[in-house]
């Protein structure tokens, strides 16, 4: 099949994703190894954003397709009511690799569905039905975590789920709660407490966060925000609940993105680095408190593909490639590279406002003028950010390019060589975006 039929084909019989299918123009790829992809007539392109922030370990590890092969030829599926060897070694492992009293999982197929199951836990557990959310968040796009994401892509999937109350996040999109971290923390939460006051902490079952915020901005949260976060929740007994979907297994620079605030929540979700995107799984974990309530009263949930046995056996192997060939501590490493390029692109280009990184999981932001004004609207584009899109892909980059942003979120498996090699295509970029620049 040539590059224009396979294009035509995919456009005419399948749906693609936020877009209008006739709008879409779909990259064309043939196969992917390691940090790169391949079109069908050759072209390397650099994958700066780890596809959708999920490749954790780079395309095509050639031990877990080994192990893969292997479990292909064992067991594939049984029903959830089972219990199978690798079902058991995976829980057990992920009980040593969650800290805290997190030992317990119920295992899905993407973090979407984790998300849900964590809201019907979490329901059940309290006896509550409202769920606290943030603004800059994505938590999925099924219909309840549709509700939870505040992010625009909410509004024309509205109404959902009753009972989601959106906050505003330590860091919104306009508004400031204060120059410096401990600012920043005491305003936010003084906010949210007096928002717990007028909702009824009674009320209010869980606050789902991204532990760092992914998609919305790459937003690690400000010095001891977790911590207090923490201590106002537990005050009216209300569940935290980190999605991990994202920042977890390595990307942060630690194997999960609430580690950095010293925290351990009661319910945690995760999905994509989880099998780096080689075949779907996701899973809920939760509190010992938790868990053991469960044992006592009925789970109302299930799925066709809960603890599917060949995702498991996936999730395995990649554990072992997670940790065995150190890519937690390369992301670590790696993050004063990341945060050199930036601030060099910052100095040398006007259209660059800022970045931000933690581990591996970073972000740029353009500006149209001097005041720091974003280069696209909230919610829109503008032709110099289409332009600087077309500029990656033309260099053999590819990420997100999303209003005012782009994403730097490269496999956790890439060296420094490769990284600075990355932000050079960047730099070489970046004139498209200087001539929008007004000064």
Not at 129 to 149: C, D, E, F, P, V
Not at 208 to 222: D, K
Request: proline share 5%.
């Amino acid at each position: 099949m040539n590059t224009d039929e396979m294009i035509e084909l995919c456009k005419r019989h399948t749906m693609y994703t936020w877009a209008a299918g006739g709008a879409v123009n779909p990259l064309p790829i043939d196969r992917a190894e390691g940090i790169f992809l391949y079109t069908p007539d050759g072209k390397q392109i650099l994958d700066f954003n780890s596809q959708l922030m999920s490749v954790n370990i780079g395309h095509g590890n050639p031990k877990v397709i080994a192990a893969m092969k292997e479990a292909l030829d064992k067991l594939i599926y049984v029903f959830p009511g089972t219990a199978t060897e690798i079902r058991a070694k995976v829980s057990a492992r992920l009980a040593r690799l969650v800290p805290g009293d997190i030992n317990t999982f119920f295992f899905t197929l993407g973090g979407a569905e984790a998300n849900e199951n964590a809201i019907r836990a979490a329901k059940l557990y309290t006896g509550r039905q409202k769920i606290l959310a943030r603004y800059r968040s994505y938590h999925g796009a099924t219909n309840a975590t549709m509700q939870l994401t505040g992010d625009p892509r909410r509004w024309a999937n509205e109404p959902g789920m009753p009972g989601v109350v959106h906050v505003f996040d330590p860091s919104p999109y306009n508004y400031s709660f204060g120059e410096s971290d401990e600012e920043k923390t005491a305003r936010n939460l003084e906010y949210l407490e007096e928002l717990i006051m007028y909702e009824g902490p009674q009320t209010i079952a869980a606050m789902f966060i991204e532990s760092v915020t992914g998609t919305n901005g790459i937003l690690p949260p400000p010095e001891g925000y977790l911590k207090g976060l923490r201590a106002l929740l537990d005050q009216h007994g209300i569940l935290l609940v980190c999605d991990e979907v994202m920042a977890g297994f390595g990307r942060t620079g630690k194997m999960f993105g609430f580690e950095h605030g010293g925290i351990v929540p009661d319910i945690v979700t995760m999905a994509k680095g989880l099998t780096s995107s080689y075949i779907p799984l996701g899973a809920m974990g939760v509190s010992d408190a938790i868990a053991q309530h469960f044992r006592e009263n009925v789970f109302w949930g299930g799925l066709t593909y809960n603890s599917h046995a060949f995702s498991l056996a996936t999730a395995d192997a990649v554990l072992d490639v997670i940790e065995e060939d150190g890519l937690v501590e390369n992301a670590a490493n790696l993050q004063s590279v990341m945060r050199s390029e930036m601030d060099r692109l910052i100095e040398k280009h006007p259209s660059v406002k800022e970045g931000r990184c933690i581990g591996l999981f970073g972000m740029m932001d353009l500006q149209k003028n001097s005041r720091g004004e974003p280069l696209a609207p909230y919610n829109g584009s503008h032709p110099a950010m289409v332009a600087l899109g077309k500029a990656f892909m033309e260099a053999g980059l590819f990420t997100f390019v999303r209003w005012s942003s782009f994403m730097c979120n490269p496999p956790l498996c890439i060296n420094e060589e490769e990284l600075r090699a990355g932000f050079a295509i960047i730099d070489q970029c970046l004139g498209v975006t200087d001539e929008a620049f007004e000064g």
